[in-house]
């Protein structure tokens, strides 16, 4: 990596998740007949006049709150000025001076440790449509994308490294997908992301150069490390970096030149005379602050209060319907917070990933906590235990009580017949007994095999212990 001190902020766009758009009534939705969504307002004709999406400020609001930002209440929208084939209107309604989220901050943990990243501001916008360029240097322009609301979350240029870009990405991407505003999917152009990254020796100030089409979370961090790796040779071999805004190569593995950055200036912004000051009320925070659900970072805390390793803390709030689900078999296994981390780690998350349950568990909580529940008891075996579980995510069957009555796996608690079984296994391995006796307590494991092997793993662990200690003596 690079010689020089790296400075990196990120500007990430989040496609909002409303019903409409940002200023007229057309669905905002992904995969729809190109062209199939738009109106006289989103594209931009003569003599049509916007109107605020409400939702859209109320989501903004929300994650102000999450980062800590201040809430601007009196914010306003403003013209951003620039010619593009899939801007028809030929300016952009965004926000400048007054965004309505101002400063905040995320924490990220990663190798480097745990680091917190300030955030400039969050502002509200609409989306441009989108350009197709064809294999005939042709390019089409489909317009539904046009007037999708955004967020753009700007962050303080604090990070110096691909894996801490890395990492804040993620926690914005957990982020907005847990306050439920947007899906967070940056392949299909839901949540975006254009990195600047500047690099200079050290105490000298370096010069931003800003890369987009950054389409997955691993491009931005390969895309950031080769930028930091052409900009040190530069400044190595004496040269000076240039103001400009690149394009990443994904197939090729390196940047590209798209043109000279401009300036705010550049843009011609001014305030949007189609749309009044917005007034955030008393009642709008109230209402965002009570709609916000338990912040991950808060859940996460909460877990290892009650027991939960960090690094297992870490896992069950990497996405909100995880926590969901550690909560209802938490709650099944009589708040034992161990036994629950097991079973939703060990098994729910994992089944769910090897049968490619997507964002489904395969396993509903309270059939987890069942066979958790069984588990405990003493009733089934922990090898038996895995067993039913396996059924039930591989059929979609949720009566765990009724594969083990199916299937013959109930322990063997009786103690006669268990006296019955292990009297005769002491009596067919005397040597073994007398090694034993003799003082290889070792061999303790062997009797307790030998038994589950005679039962066929349905011998109670722990009353066969006890009969074995007696017996051996």
Not at 273 to 286: C, T
Request: proline letters at 4%; glycine letters at 10%; hydrophobic letters at 35%.
């Amino acid at each position: 990596m690079s010689d020089y001190a790296v400075t990196i902020g990120l500007e990430v766009h989040a496609q909002l998740l409303t019903n409409t758009k940002m200023f007229c009534g057309c669905k905002a939705s992904y995969g729809a007949a190109h062209n199939s969504l738009t109106c006289p307002v989103c594209m931009g004709l003569p003599g049509a006049l916007p109107m605020p999406n409400r939702r859209a400020i109320e989501m903004a609001v929300k994650v102000g709150l999450a980062t800590g930002s201040t809430i601007t209440r009196a914010t306003k929208f403003d013209r951003k000025n620039y010619f593009y084939p899939d801007l028809p209107k030929g300016y952009q309604i965004s926000q400048f001076d007054k965004p309505i989220c101002a400063g905040g901050s995320m924490e990220i943990r990663g190798l480097f440790g745990v680091k917190r990243v300030g955030i400039t501001r969050i502002h509200l916008e609409e989306d441009a449509g989108k350009s197709q360029h064809g294999d005939d240097d042709g390019t089409l322009i489909d317009l539904n994308r046009c007037g999708v609301p955004l967020i753009e979350i700007v962050s303080e240029p604090d990070m110096s490294s691909p894996e801490e870009a890395y990492a804040y990405l993620m926690e914005i991407r957990r982020l907005v997908r847990w306050l439920e505003v947007c899906d967070g999917n940056l392949e299909e152009g839901s949540l975006r992301c254009d990195a600047n990254i500047s690099v200079a020796p050290e105490g000298e100030r370096g010069v931003p150069v800003e890369i987009k089409n950054l389409n997955s979370f691993h491009g931005v961090e390969k895309a950031i490390r080769y930028e930091i790796e052409r900009q040190s040779e530069v400044v190595r071999n004496g040269g000076k970096i240039s103001r400009m805004t690149l394009l990443w190569d994904s197939d090729k593995g390196e940047t590209r030149v798209m043109r000279t950055k401009e300036a705010a200036h550049d843009y011609r912004y001014f305030p949007e005379p189609d749309l009044v000051e917005l007034s955030i009320s008393d009642q709008m925070m109230a209402e965002a602050h009570e709609a916000s659900p338990e912040y991950p970072w808060v859940r996460r805390e909460r877990y290892v209060g009650i027991g939960v390793k960090p690094d297992d803390a870490d896992v069950l709030t990497a996405e909100k319907e995880f926590g969901e689900y550690f909560e209802e078999v938490f709650a099944g296994c009589n708040n034992e917070a161990p036994r629950a981390v097991r079973w939703v780690i060990g098994e729910a998350l994992r089944w769910r990933k090897e049968l490619g349950g997507g964002e489904r568990f395969v396993v509903s909580a309270y059939a987890t906590a069942e066979v958790a529940g069984l588990e405990a008891s003493g009733k089934i075996s922990g090898l038996a235990a895995k067993t039913v579980y396996e059924e039930m995510a591989r059929t979609g069957r949720s009566d765990p009580a009724m594969i083990v009555k199916e299937k013959g796996l109930e322990q063997v608690s009786d103690t006669g017949a268990l006296e019955a079984v292990i009297t005769k296994i002491i009596e067919d391995n005397p040597k073994e007994v007398e090694r034993y006796r003799g003082g290889d307590m070792k061999l303790k494991g062997f009797f307790v095999g030998q038994v589950m092997k005679a039962m066929g793993g349905k011998a109670d662990p722990k009353a066969t212990g006890e009969i074995l200690g007696r017996l051996l003596g």
